[in-house]
């Protein structure tokens, strides 16, 4: 099946100074967000606490919630409607010990609301494991990045390869700042998130480099400029196809799938729309800026 029709031209590396300043603004915008919001809203994966979800059998509000914990250690905690009836409390408090769970929870909640009420779930980290967790989360998608640089480095050229690490890179900001300006919780599902779209942006990514590659050996005269257009064009009803399909799917996701995973649902719809875009604006950018880059040294040679 082709969404494109053969011998489509669209001149991609004309428009690419404009892509360059938009994805600088986007970055920024996320940089902004994270700044104005005192940093990302991290959550007890990697912040460490505890989150005690709460469904109500009658209408409550996270006021009258929040009314009835008062004197507790739970009263400064964060209380987010998620559902019908239902709530998450979120507090930095560990609330490992279940006579401590019962005094700051269960007794309270139940001298307000009698026992129109279920603890549904209760998560709990400590400090250390949650510092300990942020750690090799950012060692596993730095890793990633390493991985992916020496593999199309020994595929390709380190050119190529470059383009395809600060394409990844463009990505990783761009899903985190669009976390942040929405103020959602960083979670290990967001994590999960960042690295399938290292996974799925490298994968387009090399499609389009390998076809580069192809009309390189065939055209070896040819401006690489010229070469970069013909390589997009030639791949952009597979690029297209393969990124409306799990676009689609994940907005199904998104609307049928519920509160529960809504966040990681919106992060993978940016994600997958920034991997996309980054394959033919970013990468080939990047191949093209060390090709001139090249050229420029040979002439001030000569």
């Known amino acids: 099946m082709e969404l494109i029709k053969p011998g489509i031209n669209i001149d991609f590396v004309g428009k690419m100074k404009y892509a360059i300043a938009f994805s600088t603004i986007l970055i920024l915008i996320g940089i902004g967000s994270v700044i104005f919001h005192g940093g990302l809203n991290l959550g007890i994966d990697f912040a460490g606490g505890s989150i005690i979800q709460v469904k109500f059998s009658k209408n409550v509000s ?15 905690s964060t209380i987010q409607q998620f559902g019908t009836n239902e709530f998450l409390i979120r507090t930095s408090e560990s609330f490992s010990d279940q006579k401590m769970l019962a005094a700051n929870v269960e007794q309270p909640l139940s001298a307000a609301f009698n026992k129109d009420y279920e603890i549904r779930r209760v998560e709990v980290v400590g400090s250390k494991v949650s510092a300990d967790f942020t750690r090799k989360a950012i ?20 050119r190529y390869a470059m383009g395809g ?68 064009n030639e791949t952009l009803s597979r690029t297209i196809l393969t990124s409306l399909t799990v676009f689609f799917t994940v907005f199904a996701l998104y609307i049928f799938g519920g509160a529960v995973i809504r966040d990681f649902a919106f992060a993978l719809l940016v994600g997958t729309v920034i991997g996309t875009y980054s394959t033919i604006y970013i990468a080939c950018t990047i191949v093209l800026f060390f090709e001139n880059l090249q050229l420029s040294k040979m002439k001030g040679k000569k």
């Open 165 to 232: 690490i600060l394409a990844l890179v463009h990505d990783t900001l761009i899903v985190i700042g669009a976390v942040s300006v929405m103020n959602m919780e960083f979670t290990i599902n967001i994590l999960a998130v960042l690295i399938f779209v290292i996974g799925f942006s490298i994968n387009d990514t090399i499609v389009t480099l390998d076809r580069i590659r192809e009309i390189v050996k065939r055209n070896p005269k040819q401006k690489l400029g010229d070469i970069i257009n013909s390589a997009i």
């Open 139 to 158: 060692i596993a998608v730095i890793l990633s990045w390493l991985a992916i640089l020496i593999y199309v480095t020994w595929r390709f050229e380190f």
């Open 62 to 76: 996270a006021d009258q919630i929040r009314a009835s914990l008062k004197s507790t250690k739970l009263e400064n």
